[in-house]
């Protein structure tokens, strides 16, 4: 069985300055990583995604997170935040498969920018 | 347009009513999803379908029941709605020709039972 930890249910920071959301995962088998982020009173949007190769993902506003396999997790980075970066993060793993139907959600991390 | 849609956004019910919540997808997925969110547990499978024919449990599938009534609909249904049923649910997709199974979400109806 797959299960995802975040290990903080709340960040806050100020405007400008970095920002790191935790995540790790435990699974037996070769695993998919998703961020997902979801802005206030909408749905969850795809942030980025590890699925092989490079353990360095990028996203278009900013974000990267960093697969380490020895350490089972897949951090959340970025090095100046904006207001509108404030938003509930979750981290979602899956693994591949004839079968695979399941996407695990970690419990999500509110991360809350301040001026 | 949104790929996948969900009616109603919000809706407010009374304990013991039968209520339905829809999907609608517009990107040609096979696999339909529903997921409840409630603070601090983040979200959790209720139903899923691989296709038409195909209708699976997910964790919490007690107090509800789905109908797929077309590859491109899946609606939810509360029985007999109760307090804590009350949350924000979610309706998601899949393609089963996508080895890595990202989801797409729908923006959510937030249901209150009172």
Redesign the interface.
Known sequence: AQSVTQLDSQVPVFEEAPVELRCNYSSSVSVYLFWYVQYPNQGLQLLLKYLSGSTLVESINGFEAEFNKSQTSFHLRKPSVHISDTAEYFCAVSTGGGSNYKLTFGKGTLLTVNP | DAD?TQTPRNRITKTGKRIMLECSQTKGHD?MYWYRQDP????R?IY?S?DVKDINKGEISDGYSVSRQAQAKFSLSLESAIPNQTALY?C?T?DSGV??????????TRLTVL
Do not use: D, I
């Open positions: 996948v696999r601090g547990l983040g979200l499978l899923y691989f979610f998601a899949s080895l890595y199974n990202e989801q797409f979400f729908g923006p959510g």
